[in-house]
């Protein structure tokens, strides 16, 4: 077995019960405060208002989108009462890839293991595209000075490699700095339309009805509720990456799951205030009515900050573009070092455990799959560069979408993987309940199916001008392609290498009966 026992020291070893070494990354580094601030960074809260929100205004359910926010915060609260419960026993870097070993089996783990590394690879890249070109605009606007974005994009690059060779606990300290500024600033905004008693309508309260979630914009030809709805999820990837700091954390075993839920219902309550409030202090009409262009879709929060705080604030908010997509970047490169660590430190692939499954000897960091992260999103980057794409249109949207796919069918698979933990395998019979282990994660698990039907039925529109890239009509048969590979390198381990095979998602922060192979499921 390789599962891991606690040591001492930064980047101790544990060993498994063979007595072999297996890399750790170093623990204590991190408290409850540090892992919710990398969990939020991901989701980018100033990117997710300012850039999905009027595009469900004005596309999607209109003046119901914080209606819409409000029902994805209730689908995700459900998914994360059984992912939190999940934490409570299973503490893995790898988070999914961990989690749907144990609750699936282990050849829809390595599946899942392989497409949502992908994700977070191309995440970060993804981030570096909107990065770069909020960056290009705004030197631009304020210096009259146009610098390529390749530049700004080498700069995110450089300084993500940097910061993550070191203790995640710097990260984590640079993220929350930046993080509490959005906040700040995107609070500012809607604790003054509310003190302001609302705007041309008053508060809108309609805005906040569920039912309106379901409702196409009003006025609007060719709008779809469903758009709004899937932008509304949207605004959430990378809050799940609360489990794969567990091993980095303090007493794990409580603060992962009480960062998973206030990470999920944090967020959520947030987004439905400032979606709300930018609506009532813009006026539902005028909403809708700016959200159908794209260069004045903006003044749906500028407007209301320029009113109600000062033309200050909106200069803020436009350097705030820049730090939180760079954060959210940063995040996302934490997550992606940390799973192609996880995958490395099993020694699945001949010579990976000395390589990218080792840690730094002082920082505790995996430094060399953080490296190899870095290479891959430079050579994603430099690739649409070199192709002449759009850093905002081709490198954000393209990769957001295929990142996104990928993240969305493991969070589902992840939700039945919980009841499969639970009440298939019956471990843990203490912890299972019919509502926090059963039901909540069977609900939350629909959910999400939901939104990945939403994602293809409204791809093309997401895509938007990009739609007609090859990369774009790929994007389905790259996801599934990866998916169908994992699960044929696991079965080809299970006939012919079966000590690899055993070693699929077992490696955990300490020594449980979770990893013995008599505990998993039958679908493997």
């Not at 949207?397 to 493991?410: E, F, P, S």
């Not at 992840?414 to 282990?437: D, K, L, M, Q």
């Amino acid at each position: 077995m390789t599962d891991v026992s606690e040591a001492d020291g930064a980047a101790a070893a544990g060993e498994n019960r063979s007595g072999q070494s297996v890399q750790r990354l170093k623990k204590n580094s991190v408290g409850l405060a540090g892992v919710v601030f990398m969990a939020v960074a991901t989701a980018a809260p100033i990117t997710a208002m300012v850039g999905n929100v009027p595009i469900a205004i004005g596309f999607g359910n209109g003046s119901g989108a914080p209606a819409g926010y409000l029902v994805a915060t209730i689908v995700l609260g459900l998914f994360g009462v059984g992912y939190a419960a999940m934490a409570r026993h299973i503490t893995a870097t790898g988070a999914f890839y961990g989690f749907i070993s144990h609750g699936l089996g282990r050849v829809l783990g390595m599946a899942s293991g392989t497409i949502i590394t992908m994700a977070y690879v191309v995440f970060e890249a993804s981030l570096v595209g909107i990065f770069s070109f909020f960056s290009q605009s705004t030197v631009e606007k304020y210096t009259g000075i146009s610098v390529p974005w390749i530049v700004f994009a080498l700069v995110m690059l450089a300084a993500n490699a940097i910061l993550s060779y070191f203790d995640i606990n710097l990260a984590a300290k640079v993220l929350g700095v930046f993080l509490v500024t959005e906040i700040l600033m995107l609070g500012l905004m809607a604790v003054a339309v509310l003190v302001h008693g609302g705007g041309p309508d008053g508060f809108a309260v309609s805005s906040i009805n569920p039912v309106s979630a379901f409702e196409p914009a009003a006025g609007v030809g060719g709008a779809v509720a469903g758009i709004g709805l899937f932008f509304a999820f949207w605004s959430w990837v990378g809050f799940e990456s609360t489990a794969m700091y567990g091993e980095e954390s303090r007493d794990p075993k409580r603060i992962i799951p009480r960062a998973i839920l206030l990470s999920v219902l944090g967020i959520g309550l947030f987004y439905v205030f400032v979606s709300w409030m930018a609506i009532a202090g813009t006026g539902p009409s005028r909403a809708i009515e700016l959200a159908q262009d794209s260069s004045t879709s903006s003044e749906i929060f500028f407007g209301p900050t320029r009113d109600f705080v000062g033309g200050w604030a909106v200069s803020v908010f436009e350097v705030l573009l820049i730090s939180g997509s760079f954060a959210c970047g940063m995040a996302f490169h934490q997550c992606a070092s940390r799973y192609i660590y996880a995958l490395g430190r099993e020694g699945l692939i001949p010579g990976s455990e000395g390589s990218v499954g080792r840690t730094h000897p002082v920082h505790g960091s995996p430094h060399i799959a953080s490296f190899v992260q870095t290479v891959m999103a430079t050579l994603i980057v430099i690739a649409f560069a070199v192709a002449g794409m759009d850093p905002y249109i081709h490198l954000f949207g393209l990769l957001a979408i295929l990142g996104t796919m990928a993240i969305l069918i493991v969070q589902s698979l992840c939700a039945f993987a919980v009841i499969g933990y639970f009440h298939v395998s019956r471990n843990h019979p203490e912890t299972a309940n019919w509502f926090r282990t059963l039901l909540a994660p069977l609900l939350g698990g629909l959910g999400m199916l939901y939104v990945v039907y939403l994602l293809w039925e409204n791809r093309s529109f997401a895509a938007g001008a990009a739609a007609d890239t090859l990369l774009f009509r790929l994007s389905p048969y790259i996801v599934g392609g990866l998916f169908l590979f994992g699960m044929l390198v696991a079965v080809w381990y299970k006939y012919r290498a079966p000590e690899r095979y055993a070693r699929i998602g077992r490696i955990v922060l300490d020594d449980t009966p979770e990893s013995e192979p008599e505990a998993e499921p039958s679908i493997n």
